[in-house]
């Protein structure tokens, strides 16, 4: 295997099940040893060395989003401006958690933070439960390195910004993360219907893999999904804010 054929990812490449083999268990066991090893150094740390770190993070996100850019577009033939965009655009939601953290370190707003910790950590988790990429090949290549890689800085980066504390989720302000989620949501209907580079960027359209995993009508599925997120995103906030819920829970009960 020659370097043009790793970075290009043209090397023959047999498919295998490799989730929850060795391989796939010790990248987990990295990402955890680096979330709590950051988190024991720098706890105490300024808030400046806390960024520093964040910053380093979104880099790394960043050097693997060009890299891969760059690489498309080098591979690309006959170029069209859809073409463009799907090479360009963060499609997946996985990709688009990518970018949300790496502007996060621009914006360094707590609820901005909140939001992507919350989002990114979600995408993070479902890819580690049942990855259907960067395990799934005999050879270790530049795009199952990249799938790797990147889903291991969504979990390491959303996971550290909640130990060291630079998100809080409080019920007051919900309202301004559920913002930051429509404008997601609307840009995933975007590259849908508009510009057509992706066909289900969160896995809420007819017929996606998670459905079919579930087997369940589209109907109930939906209502599923919309039910989890709602659950999802409200165990942080309870968890966080536990003694506003708490006082309106007795309050309530005693009234």
């Not at 740390?45 to 577009?73: C, D, G, M, V």
């Not at 707590?110 to 090949?137: E, W």
């Amino acid at each position: 295997m020659t370097f043009s054929e790793w970075i290009l990812s043209s090397y023959p490449n047999p498919s295998k099940n490799g989730q929850w083999g060795l391989f796939h268990i010790l990248v987990l066991l990295l990402c955890v040893a680096t979330i709590l090893t950051a988190t024991f150094l720098l706890r105490k740390k300024s808030t400046k060395a806390k960024r520093i770190y964040f910053i380093i993070l979104a880099s790394l996100i960043l050097i693997f989003e060009i890299t891969r850019r760059i690489i498309n577009l080098y591979k690309a033939t006959n170029p069209t401006f859809n073409s463009i965009m799907y090479i360009l655009l963060p499609r997946p939601w996985c990709a688009i958690a990518c970018w949300s953290l790496m502007i996060s370190v621009i914006i360094n707003n707590r609820n901005y933070y909140n939001f992507c910790s919350i989002t990114a950590l979600l995408t993070a988790l479902i890819f580690f439960a049942y990855p259907s990429v960067g395990f799934n090949n005999q050879y270790i290549l530049f795009e199952n390195l990249y799938s790797i890689a990147t889903h291991s800085l969504l979990l390491i980066m959303s996971i550290s910004l909640i130990t060291l504390r630079f998100v809080k989720f409080e019920y007051k302000s919900i309202w301004k993360e559920a913002i930051y989620f429509l404008i997601i949501l609307t840009y995933a209907f975007v590259e849908i219907y508009l510009l057509k580079i992706e066909a289900d960027p969160m896995y809420f359209m007819p017929n996606n893999d998670v459905q079919i995993i579930l087997g369940l009508p589209y109907a109930p599925f939906l209502v599923l999904y919309i039910t989890f997120l709602i659950v999802y995103f409200n165990i942080f906030y309870i968890i966080d804010d536990r003694k506003l819920v708490f006082k309106k829970f007795y309050k309530n009960k005693n009234a």
